[in-house]
């Protein structure tokens, strides 16, 4: 041993003088090696992924200076210069899996790998990160369980792992170790087991607790008290079981939201006193949302529910077994702008004091046992946009009152026991989109003015009651409905061909009444029907012509009239069966179909000799059904033309005379498309100003420059654009007054707007031409825009996907009104809601949808074109609009979306998303008071546009209608915040408050 111990002492010796150069040496090493180790983990990250070679890692790897790469920070202070503090590379479609050489990088606080397709584990490595603060790794592929080392990261404060596919329970060490944690989202996984929140963990500055749907069970852990700043707790959609807590909740009075929906919890006393659970809320004064659906929760709403929280908005209470009576003193909570109490088993009558709950919106009372009449008093709540009362015993008649509700758009009241006539002043609800009576005792005839609502677009079903008489020529009017249903009543007389002035109309049934005559062809020729019944009536003629070539209907009934003649074996009716045939003893066929007579040869014959007289017979009505439908389509014009674009006086001379430009007609207009006339230029060309020879300013899209030959593509962004606009009539909507074509040259001639597009607004150069834009004129702006898109959405003729939403195709008129512009690259869809452009009318040329920083991120994946995508794109534009900021500045290039990155600020630190927004001066400097909440609820609302997944998306409908309701409020208060004594606040007076830092 003596000799092995002096080796290393000789050598020591004999290199003495060789001691300090290496240990300086050895120094200089250590310093460098970390940051070598900081690249190599980097590039071992490289080598897990698969990316677009021109995408965001093109840069990777090509320099040393890996500070510089896309998504890449690093630190600048002396303790971590040129060492990784960030990665972040939210949203860039990158697949692979997540290398375990990240828990390399020793200085890193943030990684951000939210938004890809990433699959795969979650490295544990990633638990040698200790100085990691922010960890989100949401919306990815990632599986197995979460790794427990995370839970021992004592600098983490935000963790966002939802949307993904792991397995396995809550690892405890994250709720007894990560003291420093604020936000938790591990929502929409697949996790097992309790939450382990023992009591004698503690989370003292834990905000945010996010865990919906999963598979979690076991009670609500009465831990949570031990953090004392919850504002949010979502546990929805789990398997949560034992009773709603009574002691837990009272110690967070900073709790805002409280989702417990969908679990299966119980009320106390054996699922028959909720009373203990809503009295531990008396403490919770700032609680905003309550969710408890889904429970089959049983026992009677508590009498002191009136003296929860007043700034209450939202009670979500349906599918669950409450009994009793509805408190008449919940109309204390007069800031409620939801209140959800179906599907129980609710009794008495509906408290006529409800309307105290003047900022109500939505109201569902629907499948309970409730009785007696309506109150009249509902007619009293001016915010009431739906009101859903069905599948009661409510009797007597409905109140005239209800056409107060100016707001109002879907009214459901169908199978209860009303009787009475419909009241006439029904029709006075210009916006009312559904209206549903049926299976009610109704009588009378259906009144003439409630026919005649064109404001109805979804569906009117009055069927099953006892109405009689004329079905209204008036029904013409509603040329936006898509459902139609009269069925099971009284009603006589003829059917109006006026009917197919419903040209939107997708089901028509008109069964079971006592109608006579001939099935019009007009109706038959309706081109969106699909499902059309008209049993057992007393119909007589033969079946209409034009069934035979429509390429929309997919189900017919004719059974049980009197129609007759051959049933041709064509179109539809060639895939019907016998049942929708009998019932007509003088229909026959060729044998073709079952349980149909056969046609007698001496009846063919016969008709075979009438044939030239029939022919020249149908000839002639066909002229006079073309002559007819054109003189209605004129009458329709000028009838709604409300819907259409106003010109000024010279505009509508110049539509007039000019149906024919020529293309030198349009170089002498713009002065030979000379560039001082340029006004934009975009990817299907270029825009040009200029003056007719009549004296109307016009702009003219030039789909290709003049001095060059065309290309199919352009050809075909030409016809596409044509064909959008040719279906489309909107007053916010671009309108075409004319076009020319050639062979190599395709323009539209649109009417000018003279304060250009809103981007010019929101980005003005040199201070020219805009600028200056206040809150109440951006409102006014996003509603003109929703209410076009859901025009084009759910309410045009032929359904329209715009794809390419953003501020440069949104044109300001002479009075400021938003016109959305450019539909180069639009689709013609089927119908539905969440219809795409797989099934598209026109042809798709393979282009990328839309502009970058607004395609939906569906469309990266393959995904066709959908009214969706359009949604997510008003989202952020909408979001851009509030926050000033592009959604392709350099902040959002380095991994963030708009979205994420509001979202990360939602909603305690509000004042962050909008510190930089123009309007925002306007309104602190108190030139235009508006109401702060405007300001939440707009961003709310363009997170929720812009979610990842388009299913959790609105539709347009509900954004305009969301969007009106905020309009209103702004009105009434004169864009000031209510007084105190109905809970509004000034945003002048609480912008220090709501756009501050939550304490």
Same mark, same amino acid.
Request: hydrophobic share 40%.
């Given at each position: ?381 001016? *915010? ?30 169908? *199978? ?8 006439? +002043? ?74 197919? #002035? ?179 230029? #975009? ?27 065309g290309d199919g593509e352009v050809s075909v962004s030409f016809r596409r654009e044509c064909e959008a606009l040719r279906r489309t009539r909107h007053k916010n909507l671009i309108r075409v007054i004319t076009t020319c074509s050639t062979a190599s040259f395709n323009a539209l001639v649109l009417p000018l707007m003279p304060h250009g597009s809103l981007e010019a607004h929101l980005y003005p150069h040199n201070n020219? #031409? ?12 996003? +509603? ?8 084009? *959405? ?121 510190? *930089? ?14 109401a702060d909440m405007a300001v939440v609820e707009l961003i709310e609302l363009g997170l929720a546009c812009t979610q990842y997944s388009p299913v959790l998306r609105p539709t347009m409908a509900d954004v305009c209608h969301e969007i009106t309701l905020i309009k209103e409020d702004l009105a009434k208060h004169g864009g000031a915040g209510a007084n105190d004594d109905d809970g509004g606040r000034s945003f002048s ?11």
């Amino acid at each position: 041993m003596a000799k092995l111990l002096a080796i290393p002492i000789i050598v020591i010796i004999f290199h003495i003088g060789l001691i300090v150069p290496i240990a300086v040496s050895a120094a200089m090493a250590a310093g460098a090696a970390p940051v070598a180790d900081d690249r190599a983990a980097l590039l071992a990250f490289l080598s897990d992924v698969s990316a677009d070679p021109g995408g965001a890692l093109a840069d990777w790897g090509r320099s040393p200076g890996f500070c510089n790469w896309t998504g890449v920070a690093c630190g600048r202070g002396p303790a971590d210069r040129r060492r990784v503090t960030q990665l972040v590379l939210s949203g860039h479609g990158i697949a692979g899996v997540i290398s375990p050489a990240l828990g390399r990088m020793s200085f890193l606080a943030v990684l951000d790998l939210s938004s890809n397709n990433f699959a795969g584990k979650i490295p544990g490595e990633l638990a040698e990160l200790s100085r990691l603060t922010q960890l989100s790794l949401t919306n990815n592929l990632l599986e197995g369980a979460i790794p427990a080392g995370i839970g021992l990261l004592r600098e983490l404060y935000y963790l966002d792992l939802s949307g993904n596919r792991l397995s396995g329970g809550i690892p405890e060490t994250l709720f007894c170790n990560c003291s420093a944690l604020q936000y938790i989202d591990l929502a929409n996984n697949s996790l097992t087991g309790h939450i382990p929140y023992a009591r004698e963990c503690r989370l003292p500055s834990l905000r945010y607790l996010l865990l919906w749907s999963n598979g979690l069970s076991g009670p609500i852990p009465s831990a949570l008290s031990n953090s004392p700043v919850l504002e949010w707790v979502d546990f929805e959609s789990n398997y949560l079981a034992g009773e709603l807590p009574s002691q837990v909740f009272d110690s967070l009075p900073r709790l805002q939201y409280l989702y417990l929906s969908y679990n299966n919890l119980s009320s106390h006393d054996g699922n028959t006193n909720l009373d203990p659970f809503f009295s531990s809320l008396r403490n919770c004064t700032r609680l905003q949302e309550l969710e408890l659906a889904g429970n089959d929760l049983g026992g009677r709403l508590p009498p002191f529910i009136a003296e929860l929280s007043r700034g209450f908005r939202q009670i979500h209470l349906e599918d669950n077994s409450i009994s009793g009576s509805i408190p008449p003193n919940i109309s204390g909570l007069v800031n409620l702008t939801y209140l959800n109490l179906s599907n129980n088993l609710l009794n008495g009558s509906i408290p006529p004091d409800l309307s105290r709950m003047r900022r109500l919106e939505r109201l569902y009372l629907s499948n309970n046992f409730l009785s007696g009449e309506i109150p009249r008093s509902i007619g009293e709540l001016p *915010h009431l946009g739906l009101l859903d009362l069905s599948g009661n015993r409510l009797a007597g008649a409905i109140p005239d009152t209800f056409s107060n509700l100016t707001q109002l758009r879907r009214l459901m009241l169908h *199978h209860n026991h009303l009787t009475g006539a419909i009241p006439p +002043s029904l029709g006075d609800c210009q916006n009312l989109e559904i209206l549903d009576l049926s299976y009610n005792g109704l009588e009378g005839e259906i009144p003439a003015h409630v026919a005649a609502m064109s404001s109805l677009k979804l569906y009117l079903n009055i069927s099953n009651n006892h109405l009689e008489g004329a079905l209204p020529l008036e029904l013409s009017k509603m040329d936006m409905i898509l459902s139609l249903d009269l069925s099971c009543n009284k009603l006589a007389g003829a059917i109006p061909s006026q009917l197919g #002035g419903c040209i939107a109309l997708e089901y028509l049934n008109l069964s079971d009444n006592a109608l006579q005559g001939a099935l019009p062809t007009a109706v038959a020729a309706l081109p969106f029907l699909e499902v059309m019944d008209v049993s057992r009536n007393r119909l007589s003629g033969a079946l209409p012509e034009s069934l035979q070539v429509s390429t929309s209907l997919r189900d017919v009934d004719f059974s049980y009239n009197n129609f007759s003649g051959v049933v041709p074996h064509a179109g539809v009716l060639a895939n019907m069966s016998a049942a929708a045939f009998r019932g007509n003893p003088g229909l026959c066929g060729a044998g073709d179909i079952l349980g149909i007579a056969v046609c007698g040869t001496r009846r063919a014959g016969r008709r075979r000799a009438m044939l030239p007289a029939v022919v020249a017979i149908i000839a002639a009505v066909c002229v006079l059904l073309l002559c007819a439908a054109w003189c209605r389509s004129v009458a329709k014009e000028r009838a709604t033309r409300h819907y259409s674009t106003r010109f000024s006086s010279v505009e509508e001379q110049a539509e007039r005379e000019h149906r024919r430009v020529s293309y030198r007609e349009l170089s002498e207009a713009t002065g030979g498309f000379a560039e001082s006339s340029l006004i934009g230029a #975009g990817r299907f060309g270029r825009v040009y100003k200029g003056t007719l020879r009549g004296g109307a300013r016009v702009a003219v899209k030039v789909l290709v420059d003049p001095k060059s030959g065309g290309d199919g593509e352009v050809s075909v962004s030409f016809r596409r654009e044509c064909e959008a606009l040719r279906r489309t009539r909107h007053k916010n909507l671009i309108r075409v007054i004319t076009t020319c074509s050639t062979a190599s040259f395709n323009a539209l001639v649109l009417p000018l707007m003279p304060h250009g597009s809103l981007e010019a607004h929101l980005y003005p150069h040199n201070n020219d #031409g805009g600028g200056g834009l206040g809150f109440g004129q951006l409102v006014s702006i996003v +509603s003109d825009v929703a209410e076009g898109m859901a025009y084009l *959405h759910h309410y045009a003729p032929a359904r329209v996907v715009h794809c390419d939403l953003k501020p440069s195709n949104v044109l300001l008129d002479e009075g400021m009104r938003a016109v959305v512009s450019d539909f180069g690259i639009a689709r013609l869809v089927g119908a539905g809601v969440d219809g795409d452009a797989s099934s598209s009318h026109s042809i798709s040329t393979g282009l990328l949808q839309g502009s970058v920083g607004y395609i939906a991120p569906e469309y990266g994946l393959g995904g066709h074109p959908s009214v969706r995508g359009d949604v997510y794109s008003f989202g952020v534009m909408l979001l851009e609009l509030l926050t000033g900021k592009r959604p392709t500045d350099v902040i959002f290039s380095e991994g963030l979306t708009l979205h994420d990155w509001v979202r990360r600020q939602y909603p305690h630190d509000l004042a962050g998303a909008v510190a *930089h927004a123009p309007w925002r001066q306007a309104v602190f400097d108190g030139t235009v008071p508006v109401a702060d909440m405007a300001v939440v609820e707009l961003i709310e609302l363009g997170l929720a546009c812009t979610q990842y997944s388009p299913v959790l998306r609105p539709t347009m409908a509900d954004v305009c209608h969301e969007i009106t309701l905020i309009k209103e409020d702004l009105a009434k208060h004169g864009g000031a915040g209510a007084n105190d004594d109905d809970g509004g606040r000034s945003f002048s007076t609480t912008k220090d408050s709501l756009f501050s830092n939550s304490s």
